[in-house]
């Protein structure tokens, strides 16, 4: 069965100083991967999204980036973290499948990582 | 631009009561729609999901949702609801063919009294 574990659960930063979080994907191949940043009120809001290695898509700009070194494995990250960059960001993945509605399937939640910058 | 509307932000219910979540996007093409669920301190999860066919559809815990393509309405429903319902709850579209991209709703935070 597939799994997705995102680390640290939580993490406290201050101002100014690097992020670096990690999702990692078992059990299937070639996942569309996705990070979102999930506020209270405000639902899921889309950061960006990958569909193959070293593809990634930016939905908003910000002060954060985004890479995709192997297949399974998302990473988001900042140089330098700003106070508004607090949040609860959860990473996701769907499958890539083959042609029609399949590819747009459901997605499966990582438990997400709690930032706080201080 | 494409966006998914949850009206109801914080529903509160007493134990049996019905429920009905309201859940509307703007988008002119074909979707795929999804409800998920968050239950305190655990993950994201699906509740049910809707491509094509039969637009009532059923998910788990008893919960069911009924696509009107006309009112580009996704709402979900249960007939009774149970205390352990008390979660937080998210419409999602995707359109299917262009983007790869689920737009979410704002969410609605539902409480079950006992």
Known sequence: SQTIHQWPATLVQPVGSPLSLECTVEGTSNPNLYWYRQAAGRGLQLLFYSVGIGQISSEVPQNL???RPQDRQ???SSKKLLLSDSGFYLCAWSHAGTSGRGLRNEQYFGPGTRLTVT | AQSVSQHNHHVILSEAASLELGC????GGTVNLFWYVQY???HLQLLLKYFSGDPLVKGIKGFEAEFIKSKFSFNLRK???QWSDTAEYFCAVIPTSGTYKYIFG????LKVLA
């Open chain 2, 79 to 81: 007939p009774s609801v």
């Open chain 2, 106 to 109: 704002t969410g609605t935070r």
């Open chain 1, 65 to 67: 980036s985004a890479s």
């Open chain 2, 40 to 42: 305190p301190g655990q």
């Open chain 2, 24 to 27: 509307n996007y703007s988008y």
């Open chain 1, 74 to 76: 998302f990473i988001l």
